[in-house]
C-alpha cells in the first residue's frame, strides 16, 4: 500500500554541518512530494514540495529533488542552524487532489552551537 | 490571518468522562482531518473530511467521533476516553482540487487521560 519511509532519527548536528534527511516512497499513482517541519511545541508547517518528477522544491536553504527513478525526496541543507532544529516529515498525497497526505514517522533534528 | 484554531489546547480528564476537541478554519477548505502524534508513531490520521456532511475513518478511528455540520468546523469527539488516548493531536485542512494544496495544521491539542 502507499507509505512514507524516513530516515530513523535523532539526528544530531553542529551548527554549519551539511544535512541529509532520506525519505522513500511507495505510491500508487503520480503523488505531489512534501516536506513539513514541525518547531517545538508548534503544528506542522509546510517546508517545500514538488508535484512531478525532476521538480526541485526549496526553501529557506532545504531543498529536496523528487526522484522518480528511485522513489526518494531526500531533505537537504547545506549549512544548518540551531533555529532549524525540529521535526521533519516526509509525505505523498498518491496523486489526488482530495486533500489526504500520508505521511512518515518524522525525524527528529537538534543542531548545537 | 489564515488559520485553524483548536481548543482546548492542553486537557487533563478521567477515564470515560466526554469529551470534545473542537477545531475551526477560516480558509473555506473543504477537506478537513484530525491526527494523532504520538513518539516513535509519527502522524496517524483519526477521522477526515471532505466536505460538510462526508466524513470517513483514517486509519486509527476506533474510540472516536467526528461531525462536520458546518464547513469551517470539525469537532473531534471522544465518547468514553481511556488511557490508551492520551497523545498530542492536530487538526488539519486544505482545499481540494488542485495539485497546489497546503495543508493546514492547528496548534495541536495535548490530552491526557488518567
Known amino acids: 500500500g502507499d507509505s512514507v519511509t524516513q530516515m530513523e532519527g535523532p539526528v544530531t548536528l553542529s551548527e554549519e554541518a551539511f544535512l541529509t534527511i532520506n525519505c522513500t516512497y511507495t505510491?500508487?499513482?503520480?503523488?505531489?512530494l512534501f516536506w513539513y517541519v514541525q518547531y517545538p511545541g508548534e503544528g506542522l508547517q509546510l517546508l517545500l514540495k514538488?508535484?512531478?518528477?525532476?521538480d526541485k522544491g526549496s526553501n529557506k536553504g532545504f531543498e529536496a529533488t523528487y526522484r522518480k527513478e528511485t522513489t526518494s525526496f531526500h531533505l537537504e541543507k547545506g549549512s544548518v542552524q540551531v533555529s532549524d532544529s525540529a521535526v521533519y516529515f516526509c509525505?505523498?498525497?498518491?496523486?489526488?487532489?482530495?486533500?489526504?497526505?500520508?505521511f512518515g514517522r518524522g525525524t527528529q533534528l537538534t543542531v548545537w552551537p | 490571518e489564515a488559520q485553524v484554531t483548536q481548543n482546548p489546547r492542553y486537557l487533563i480528564t478521567v477515564t470515560g468522562k466526554k469529551l470534545t476537541v473542537t477545531c475551526s478554519q477560516n480558509m473555506n477548505h473543504e477537506y478537513m482531518s484530525w491526527y494523532r502524534q504520538d513518539p516513535g508513531l509519527g502522524l496517524r490520521q483519526i477521522y477526515y473530511s471532505m466536505n460538510v456532511e462526508v466524513t470517513d475513518k483514517g486509519d486509527v478511528p476506533e474510540g472516536y467521533k467526528v461531525s462536520r455540520k458546518e464547513k469551517r468546523n470539525f469537532p473531534l469527539i471522544l465518547e468514553s476516553p481511556s488511557p490508551n488516548q492520551t497523545s498530542l493531536y492536530f487538526c488539519a485542512s486544505s482545499a481540494t482540487g488542485t495539485d497546489h494544496y497546503e495543508q493546514y495544521f492547528g496548534p495541536g491539542t495535548r490530552l491526557t487521560v488518567t
Open positions: 509525505a505523498h498525497d498518491r496523486g489526488s487532489t482530495l486533500g489526504r497526505l500520508y
Open positions: 505510491a500508487t499513482g503520480y503523488p505531489s
Open positions: 514538488a508535484t512531478k518528477a525532476d
